[in-house]
Every structure is written in C-alpha cells, then in structure tokens.
C-alpha cells in the first residue's frame, strides 16, 4: 500500500489546527483570568500552570483521536488514544519557571512562549499516540518511522533515515525525542508499504555526502556529539531541503547573470575542459564550481560579474570563487599562488564592506598541482588570513568543506 502524500498533508493540516487552537485557547484563558483577579506572582504562575495542562490535556486528546484515525488508515488497525503523561506535565511547568526568569509574567510575550510550548506538547500527543500503538502492535506486523518535514536537525533525519521499523528496544530508544518546534510526523504502517515522498535511503545518502564533505566519517555514531551536530546542521543550512529530502539536484539559478555569460558548452558532460566549449564567457571555468556545488545539494544563486560570485544556500551567504590555472607565477610547488588567490577574494570581500564575512570556493580542475597539496595550502592559508568559510572542489568535482 502506498500512503498518499494527500492524506499525509491533511494530517498535518489537522494537527496544526489543534496546535493553534490550544495555544490560542490557554492565551485567551489567561486574559479573562487577568481581567478578573489581582493575583501575587505566585498565584498567577499557579493560574499559568493550570491554564497551560487544561489546554495540553484537552487538545492533547484531541490530536491523539486524530492520530488514531489516522492510524487506522496507515497501519489497518484500531489504535487507542494515548493520555498525556505526568513527565510532559512536569516539563511545562519547568519551562513556565524558565520564562518567568527573563520575561515579564504578565506580558503578551510570556504568554506566547507558554503558548507556544503547550501548542508544541498538543502536537506530539499525536506522535506519542502513534508510538505507543506502534509499540502495542509490533507482533502484529504494524511499524512505525519518522517522517522528516524539515532538514534543521540531524538527530530526525538520523531516525527518518532508518525508514520503518518494527517497535524494538534497540529501535526504540529515541523514538519520542524531538527538539522545540519539531515538525516531524510518525506515521504507522506494514511490511512493504511505502509514504509518497518519503525516500529514507536518498535522506542517508544526502547526510553521508554532507559528512564525507566535513571529513567525518559513520556521521550516525556522532549523532550525540554535539560539535559535531553543530557542523553537519551548518551545512544542512546550505543545502537544496529537496536534495537533502527526496534526492532532487538543485537547480542553479542563474536569474541574477544568465548562463550563456559563462559560455556554452558543445556537449553537456564531465568534460569542462575549453575544448568542450563553443563560445567561453569571461568566467566559464566557474561552471565547473557551479555544476559541482549543486550535484552535492548546495542551493546556488551566481550573481553579476562587478559583484561577489556567488550567492549559496537558502539563507543566500555571498561567496567569491576562485578557478585557477597555472601560470609563470603559480608554480606546482609554490605556496603563493595558492595565497594570492585567497587574499584576493579577501580584498574583494573588504571592497564591499564584508571584509569579515569572507568566504572562497576554491576549484582545482584547472591546475595540475595535487589535489592533496592544495587542500592542505588552502586549509592553512584560509586560518591565516581569517577566512570566514572555505570549500575546495578537486578535480573529480568532491566538495569538501574546509572552514
């Protein structure tokens, strides 16, 4: 059985609406509570609290009928509503002592925090539902995985990556983690269904690309480290959320300086060579960079040639690129053309103001000088000089992620 992305967006659309509704429901609450009485802090934080569980418990169960029905249709079998339990109770009440620390407990921020975060707990009763009757069914055939519905963080794409499993307590372990503002679904289902949309093996080869780009190597087992985490979300923020999640190259959006400005190539192929050209723009040996960066899921933007180059990801970071070739100056073995290059980009990063956000794609395709050799100058060139972000390209077009 297939389950249709339809059916999964009106899921979502569902708990969503009972997400907005509880929160909307506890501020309102609140707002009539505050009109009427003259509490202490203490007693409004007491009000705070009780508002807050009144709204987690009856919407909560609100979205676990959902994700009952829901259930029914996934996995083909009766699920049972899942209360919300006395850990999630305790949770909001720590998170109520958090606010009250650095906000006025009578303002309209307050409240939307609280808020927010009983709307948050509304939501995952669903997942916890589905989770539980998961659990309840296992011998019964039903599985259960986690839908990603966003590329933020790797610890859900670790989990979405594994794709169904049956409830086990090696599977189980982290199956109700989630982090704040987590969008992510689990959905039920059996042996051999599929969830249009959700391709878990193109989610793994996405995040062992990223991880290959950084050096790292089993990203899995560095899913806790939290170094580590904080460099793969950082390239995750750079890349297509469509390659990252269905396996889709991005395309390069050449909006802003048309294509054909680069030059036209004679056969569209691995050869970048100026052979391979018809008619070669002013900077077409950065097509190679272009085609490379967007085959390893970055989002790119090329801007106009008396600008920066380049525009990547979806927060649109400005970047310059950089194509050698070798000349009477740049030596196989000479360092210096390897810094030149980056005091350059340096220099034009500085012309606009942004001399502390530099940062350099550097591509060896058309210099002869080792790959290895390079990466090791390019490293220690970009530390010296305070490079901001630095990516070298080498010649089969493998994109690592130096700074």
């Not at 920066?308 to 196989?332: C, F, H, V, Y």
């Not at 000088?369 to 060139?381: F, G, N, S, Y």
Request: aromatic letters at 8%; glycine letters at 6%.
């Amino acid at each position: 059985m297939e389950i249709k992305a339809s059916d999964l967006n009106d899921y979502e659309s569902e708990l969503a609406l009972y997400q907005k509704k509880s929160r909307e429901a506890f501020i309102a609450c609140m707002k009539a509570h505050m009109q009427l009485n003259d509490d202490t802090d203490k007693e409004h934080l007491k009000e705070v609290y009780k508002q807050a569980v009144d709204a987690v418990q009856i919407w909560g169960n609100t979205t676990a009928g959902a994700a009952c029905k829901f259930f029914g249709k996934t996995a083909r079998a009766k699920a049972r509503i899942c209360d919300v339990p006395d850990f999630i109770l305790e949770r909001i009440n720590d998170r109520i002592i958090d606010y009250s620390k650095t906000h006025d407990i009578r303002s309209d921020e307050f409240l939307e925090l609280v808020g927010s975060c009983a709307g948050s707990e509304v939501r995952h009763n669903a997942d916890r539902t589905t989770y539980k009757n998961a659990k309840r069914l296992a011998t019964k055939g039903v599985k259960y995985c986690r839908v990603a519905q966003s590329v933020s963080c790797c610890f859900c794409l670790m989990l979405a990556g594994r794709g169904p499993v049956y409830w086990t307590k090696e599977t189980a372990g982290e199956g109700m983690r989630y982090h704040p503002g987590c969008k992510c679904k689990i959905v039920a289902c059996r042996e051999g269904d599929t969830i249009k949309g959700y391709h878990p093996e193109k989610i793994n080869a996405a995040m062992e690309k990223i991880a290959d780009s950084l050096g790292i190597d089993n990203w899995l087992d560095f899913v806790d480290d939290k170094d580590i985490q904080k460099l793969l979300e950082r390239e995750l923020k750079r890349r297509d959320p469509r390659w990252v999640l269905e396996g889709i190259k991005p395309k390069v959006d050449y909006s802003k300086n048309p294509r054909k400005k680069y030059g036209v190539r004679k056969v569209e192929n691995d050869d970048y060579s100026k052979q391979n050209f018809k008619k070669t723009g002013e900077e077409w040996r950065d097509l190679f960079v272009h085609d490379s960066l967007a085959l390893n899921g970055f989002a790119l933007q090329p801007q106009g040639l008396d600008s920066l180059d380049l525009k990547l990801g979806p927060r649109m970071e400005w970047w310059e690129i950089k194509s050698p070739i070798q000349t009477k100056a740049s030596n196989l073995d000479s360092v210096h053309w390897v810094e030149n290059n980056i005091k350059q980009a340096k220099r034009q990063f500085k012309k606009r103001g942004m001399v502390d956000q530099a940062k350099v794609v550097v591509s060896s395709y058309y210099h002869p000088a080792e790959d290895a050799w390079i990466e090791q100058e390019l490293l220690k060139r970009g530390l010296q000089h305070n490079i901001k972000g630095l990516i070298f390209i080498n010649k089969r077009g493998e994109v690592k992620v130096l700074i």
